[in-house]
């Protein structure tokens, strides 16, 4: 008999350590980028970020094929990556055919993105249409994205005067790539609003057209110089040969690829 027993305990220590905790409930994250929501299908049409950037563009539609409610939103649209979420803007665009939402979102932060995005979404409402009910649920999709290089523009500590010329920044770090801009210095003071207002930025390109940058602004640190960043994606899918400069308080640098 104790042999029995000293045999079913060996079974039972092989099945715990190849087994460990497993828990059959708890599935492998969703990597399809899609997700069936009712009569709806949302999908990650596209994902392209660099280091600090992300450019991303999903649809919405109905699983039928007809036309969608042009008003139909998710009351909580959010993206992260590694579980951590960052800066950004979502826009919502009806399709000509009216067939067709598509979803925008640029997103920006001061630490260096993972190469998976996770879109979680809550609740899809349909405005003030009493004819079409909410779908009420919380769902997740992740996707891997398109990494793009950046080019490192040099700026060597360069000192840079505030726009009202009140003090300035010392500037340490330009890089720009097809997705967007990330910049990096140093600042006399911690106040996210004042540097909000007086650190700016767009770019020329070739042939003289401004591009204006909506910059996500970050500072770190607990005593002064604090460490500063910001960040921009760019509206639309860009080559760099198409740049001219990046200017930046006032001081303009040139964009040369090797």
Known sequence: ????????????????????????????????????????????????????NARIRCSLRRGDGAKIASDARFESFEVGDNGSSFGG????????????????????????????????????TFGED???????????????????????????????????NSGSYQLSSVQISTVGVHMEMKIPQNDIVDFANQFEAHLLLNDGTVIELELHHSIHGKKAPFQATAEAVLGEPMKLDELYAIVVCGREFPIRLN
């Not at 990494?147 to 060597?156: G, H, I, M």
């Open 130 to 164: 009493g004819a079409l009910k909410p779908v009420n649920g919380k769902w997740e999709t992740s996707y891997r994205m398109q990494t793009e290089e950046e080019t490192e523009l040099s700026a060597d500590d360069l000192k840079l005067q505030t726009a009202d």
């Open 1 to 52: 008999m104790k042999s029995k027993y000293r045999f079913l305990a060996v079974v039972l220590l092989i099945l715990f350590f190849t087994q460990g905790c497993h828990n059959p409930a708890v599935s492998p994250p969703d990597m399809t980028g899609k997700i069936n929501i009712g009569d709806y299908v949302f999908r990650i049409e596209e994902a392209v970020a660099d280091q600090y």
């Open 89 to 124: 803007t979502v826009k919502y665009t009806l399709s000509d055919d009216g067939k067709i939402i598509w979803i925008d979102i640029a997103q920006s932060g001061s630490g260096k993105l993972d190469d998976v995005c996770t879109v979680t979404l809550r609740n899809l």
